[in-house]
DNA sequence: CGTTGCGTTGAATAAGGTCAAATAGAGTGG
DNA sequence: CCACTCTATTTGACCTTATTCAACGCAACG
């Protein structure tokens, strides 16, 4: 009911007032870094927000490519479905993260984007990205910043992929989980996961079976507590110890 | 000796007038989709070139970035490398194909850039990019899309790095690379590997044994005929049923 | 014509997958 | 609030796939 598009529209339109300029994760998000001034040139350009509620999707493979997304609230995963069904989890983003940039190339998304719990992103409109981008050189900049860091980011997944063994890829994942949470203010060692040992499995090219296994095992050890989906890491070192060194 | 930056010196002036309008892979490269006065004021942009020898580097990891590299002649690799020492091949690059993209977020390659075969590529300083992409909007859209592609490409490979198994990401990369080949003019069927079957596994996430091994059944199978790096495909469709169907 | 690097092949092994069963929680309706 | 259902998770036993280790062949090159 509150997906009504009429439903509580003065709410709404307040919120859509709430811009880049006053916003908390401008620090992580597409104005990094930007001066004041430009950040209120990008006001101009994020003027809409869509709520998505937990299970539902952003984008699906296919759909017409306008707008990138930021991740205002809430947890998102995407993923890419090969025609014999088999699928894999390709990222899971957190606020202040850029989604949407797999559409550019062909005007088509490539993957899909659903929540993981109910959130909220900026829909930020790629043509008067662009535009904006053509007058404010550091937003240019920072946006290029953005993508490149976005294939790097992939460039470490392939990594993980290709050469580590399974409780490395889990340790560099619940490091790399880590140090997300800390950059948002939330504790390094205590989280809640919000996606299933399945999700996490396709993302590390494992199945589910070998992570809950492999939970376990760190937590015999002494690495972590886990509890379902609450997860506590007790020695952030061990972990770290795990991925720098080969035993053999 | 021909590495002496004042050998040839007028061979190279000339050269360098060799630019972006008149070059064969205008269709390819960056200047894709762009018009020919759009095209002109790439070449503005783009005014050195530098020759790369077989096993030579093009940049190396944690160098400064200041430029990206469009690959006008030879085959390239690029790699990353931890710090235990473990390596992992992230691509394999041909004409037309942009490199260094990685370098743009942190200011810092972040991977290892390698001729297989002697090469050139064409230096495009990325401030000047920047620069003109703010003049020419269709250039500014046209890089957008490159970067693009190569997020949805890296997806890709961590998709058949995910869900794959040994056969089916041989045969992956056989029908991706015949397919590059075409798009450039030369047989789809018949090529020269330029890389070891080291690397080949470390791009696939495989053992060179394996790789070996399964060119070997796939050559039982009919399906290639393998002679060293040489590789004819004689049966596409029959690499293409191995990717499209479990057999369970 | 030996050296060297690359590729092929075989046998043994280990890592992770598959299948199956038991358990634990979350959410639902009575 | 409790019983019920459904889904997620854990764990065990067994199996498959790819790796490891080792030996050998081939081709290019000085």
Redesign the interface.
Known sequence: MDAHPAAGKALNIHQLRTVCSSCSLRELCLPMGLSRAEIEQLDQLVYTRRRIKRGETLYRAGDAFGSLYAIRTGFFKTD?I???G???V?GFHMPGEILG??????EAH??NAHALEDGEVCVIPFARL?EV???V?NL??QF?????????R??????L???MRAEERLAAFLLNLSQRFVARGYSPSEFHLRMTREEIG????LKLETVSRIFSKFQDQGLIAVQQKHIRILDTDGLRQLL???EV
């Open positions: 890419v090969l025609e014999d088999r699928d894999q390709t940039m797999d559409g550019i190339g062909t490539a993957c662009e981008s053509r007058e050189r240019q900049h290029h910043k953005v993508m490149s860091r976005e294939i790097v992939d460039q470490g997944v392939m990594m992929l290709g050469t396709s993302y590390l090219g720098a060194y080969r």
